[in-house]
């Protein structure tokens, strides 16, 4: 089969990579070269979208940010895996989040707002808030915490949406990666803990308690009738699942599942978009990343990374180093999770020395 | 770097794909593609020797049986792993039994003939026995079996050399994957116990017990000053190990590590090749596999192998299928070697029902 990949960056690198073994081709669309592109059997600009959704026998995304003509285009082809009623949902976080209320999963106590000042009138009447664009952001991009006193960004809010979130004071954040097939046959990796910062995945571990989240990314799933691999992200308060934000897609907190898991997010997303059986995914022992961000994972960190017992270094292939820019990441697994620990404050040790903020652009 | 693999078959294909993570560019030397070719960086045909290994950091091989120019150049250049120390015995099976009796390691009985005439009456001396043909032979190529009865292969031995073998009657035959890095660091993987069907490999698993390969294979790397990873294969008798033979290579019994184990053999013996630190291989649940030969994994085996739990499918993408032509292999894990058996054989009745003989060509 021919599987078309809207995106050119690292989660499409790794479907590919990781999808190899079927022997389907892997087609990439994207406006510029990424690390999708060299281990694509074909690359495609933007503007030839539609020869691109006709080539391909399915079409899935790895980036939902992008003109949503492609989107339309592959569902009337009855292409797109999963389908707009996922994805649609993407394009506007209100959207989401309206529809997450609606349907009643839990979420923090949020508003609209048509403007700049509209959302920090709302974050005020919040207290402690977070103020997201209703558009386009990912990695933290677009959001401003509002504490009870400090500055307001007042002059950075020029979009011409947003959404305000009440500040949650959780216990942790956590993220479940979830397949749906076409017979409705949900399969759930076990879950991971997982830390951020400066809105950027840091790191994670898996497994943890479930806190209710494979119910509701069940529900979830069901809801919007969803086809493929998804990823919900929670805030854990008072051990329970607050439901953050979800990716219609593999994701940065799935990436564990390449060491130490019976699959991979990425082989199970390909197997289920292509139709092909999954079984039940199996944890051989905890398992974890630390995220390369900000950084070129050179020789050097290679060296001192790959010295730690059970590690796999991913280096993208990006050219340029920004902060907060994810250029790899490091697997790791361990008999058990104090070992794991262990092993990831190494590997954080080995790549950002005492103080990782800068990298992360914080 | 630059990593050149001689040869494009799957062992090239699954190195390219298993090594993506560390971001080196492969390069194959191959006169016809194979399944690497289209995952590689760059293809050069044999008579580009040069140029292929002047544009590489290290050159290793996929396949020996090439031109001996090969190895020779790519050795004067200071770029060849493993050395000629140990592809040079592979070249004639005379040499490697030779060196093998010579330093002591437990090997079959063996003559060396010089033309079919004088194999046969070896071989009548030894009573049971096998004569292999000395150059080229490999998957039980141009390797004949002398019962006590029955008809002689007088007309089929052309070639110009041959070792004829006391046949051993095994209990078992079993392999080590096992790697040494740059400063004598020796590495294995649990050993696999290994089912053969008329000279090729048809299923294996893995742990099984030691038998002594590991002290065997310690000091055969030890002996060749050897880099990189390196399989040895035994049979069993008496519960004690002898050398069948090793391949200074990749292997198709390590294949299983692709999946249940801390690294597979591929990123391993890349790793080693480029100087990179590889650490103790974890086996983290019974693994092994089953081969496809003489059949195409087409969508409808896939579909049978994959709903069997803890499985993956792995097609090389081979244009033609011929009877004892490996065309791809399926992983398998368990929690326990039971359950691994049971799915083995759930996978073998799926690929050939009944009857894998035809497959095999025999």
């Known amino acids: 089969m021919k599987v078309g990949i809207i995106g050119a960056g690292q989660l499409g690198w790794m479907m590919i990579t990781e999808g190899r073994k079927l022997q389907h081709q892997y087609l990439v669309l994207s406006e510029n ?51 707009m009623d996922a994805l649609s949902l993407k394009v506007d976080r209100s959207l989401e989040k309206s529809f997450l209320a609606e349907h009643g999963f839990p979420v923090a106590k949020f508003s609209v ?11 005020k009447a919040f207290g402690r808030s977070v103020i997201k664009a209703s558009k386009g952001g990912y990695d933290g991009k677009g959001q401003y915490y509002i504490g009870e006193t400090g500055r307001l960004p007042t002059e950075a809010l020029t979009a011409p949406g947003y959404v305000v979130e009440e500040f949650i004071e959780f216990e942790t954040e956590a993220s479940i ?115 390369a961000v900000g950084l070129n994972v050179d020789r050097h960190l290679q060296e001192a990374v790959l010295s730690i017992p059970e590690t796999h270094s991913y280096s993208y292939g990006k050219q340029e180093t920004r902060p907060g820019r994810k250029m790899g990441h490091v697997n790791l697994t361990a008999e058990g999770l104090k070992t794991l620990r262990k092993r990831s404050a190494q590997v954080v040790n080995a790549l950002y020395g005492n103080d990782p903020s800068e990298n992360f652009g914080s």
């Open 113 to 123: 707002a048509r403007e700049g000042a509209e959302a920090i009138k709302m974050a």
């Open 177 to 291: 990666i979830a397949s749906r097939d076409r017979d409705g046959v949900k399969l759930f990796h076990p879950p991971s803990l997982n830390k951020n910062l400066n809105g950027i995945l840091f790191s994670n571990e898996a497994p943890c308690e479930d806190y209710g989240m494979k119910r509701i990314t069940s529900r979830l799933m069901d809801s919007l009738g969803y086809v493929g691999v998804m990823a919900v992200e929670f805030f854990i308060v008072n051990g329970k699942a607050i439901v953050n934000e979800f990716a219609p897609r593999v994701h940065n907190s799935g990436h564990h599942t390449l060491h130490g898991s019976s699959i991979s997010q990425f082989e199970q997303h390909i197997r289920v978009i292509t139709d092909l059986p999954v079984t039940s995914p199996e944890l051989f022992r905890p398992s974890g990343i630390v995220n």
């Open 33 to 83: 070269p990424g690390p999708a592109s060299k281990v694509a059997d074909g690359n495609f600009s933007l503007r030839d979208y539609r020869r691109f959704v006709d080539k391909c026998d399915v079409v899935t995304p790895e980036f939902e940010h992008t003109n949503p003509s492609i989107f339309e285009y592959a569902q009337e082809q009855g292409k797109l895996l999963p389908s």
